[in-house]
């Protein structure tokens, strides 16, 4: 198959966002789904969104580690980073959360405010590297704050692009996991 990202036309990367969004879960979205919106989070949010995150990567430590804050800690870090214009100050913010980190923190802006964040992380990078529309030797292969301004001009514009949804970009990028 042609690289759709390479592809002049829009149909090719459209029928690309269909095919690997249609093959993420929809229910795996249930938990996380009804935080949209909220000011900030408290401990039961952050559980949610690290076990909905974190599902196969010992979401049990990332939970207890963020538990180490006291709960008035965890909405304040929340409510400052959900209310902070500045998008890459918003997941700096959130990386004070223990367990966050950087795909942690862009998980927690996701459940937030799905149409305006997705989350950065290795599965999402491997099918930009794929579409070339990421280079892992310039941008690297991990979730980082340093790049996550360009991560989110990079999927901002595939959606546009696609006529398609962030989340739905974001479901793509995950399910492909690199596959072009």
């Given at each position: 198959?042609?690289?759709?990202?390479?592809?002049?036309?829009?149909?090719?990367?459209?029928?690309?966002?269909?095919?690997?969004?249609?093959?993420?879960?929809?229910?795996?979205?249930?938990?996380?789904?009804?935080?949209?919106?909220?000011?900030?989070?408290?401990?039961?949010?952050?559980?949610?969104?690290?076990?909905?995150?974190?599902?196969?990567?010992?979401?049990?430590?990332k939970i207890d580690a963020m538990r180490t804050l006291s709960q008035?800690?965890?909405?304040?870090?929340?409510?400052?980073?959900?209310?902070?214009?500045?998008?890459?100050?918003?997941?700096?913010?959130?990386?004070?959360?223990?367990?966050?980190?950087?795909?942690?923190?862009?998980?927690?802006?996701?459940?937030?405010?799905?149409?305006?964040?997705?989350?950065?992380?290795?599965?999402?990078?491997?099918?930009?590297?794929?579409?070339?529309?990421?280079?892992?030797?310039?941008?690297?292969?991990?979730?980082?704050?340093?790049?996550?301004?360009?991560?989110?001009?990079?999927?901002?514009?595939?959606?546009?692009?696609?006529?398609?949804?962030?989340?739905?970009?974001?479901?793509?990028?995950?399910?492909?996991?690199?596959?072009?």
């Open positions: 198959m042609a690289n759709p990202a390479n592809s002049s036309e829009n149909p090719a990367l459209q029928a690309w966002v269909d095919k690997w969004s249609a093959k993420y879960p929809p229910t795996w979205d249930k938990n996380v789904q009804p935080l949209a919106g909220r000011p900030s989070f408290g401990h039961k949010e952050v559980e949610a969104v690290y076990q909905w995150k974190f599902r196969r990567l010992w979401p049990q430590r008035n800690e965890v909405i304040s870090l929340t409510g400052r980073a959900f209310s902070c214009a500045d998008e890459l100050g918003a997941l700096l913010i959130l990386t004070l959360i223990p367990g966050a980190r950087t795909a942690g923190a862009s998980a927690i802006l996701m459940a937030h405010d799905p149409e305006r964040y997705t989350v950065m992380d290795i599965r999402a990078l491997r099918s930009l590297i794929s579409l070339g529309l990421w280079s892992k030797g310039a941008q690297g292969s991990q979730a980082s704050g340093l790049r996550w301004l360009d991560y989110l001009h990079v999927c901002r514009d595939l959606a546009q692009r696609t006529n398609r949804s962030l989340r739905t970009i974001d479901r793509a990028l995950w399910a492909a996991n690199g596959h072009a």
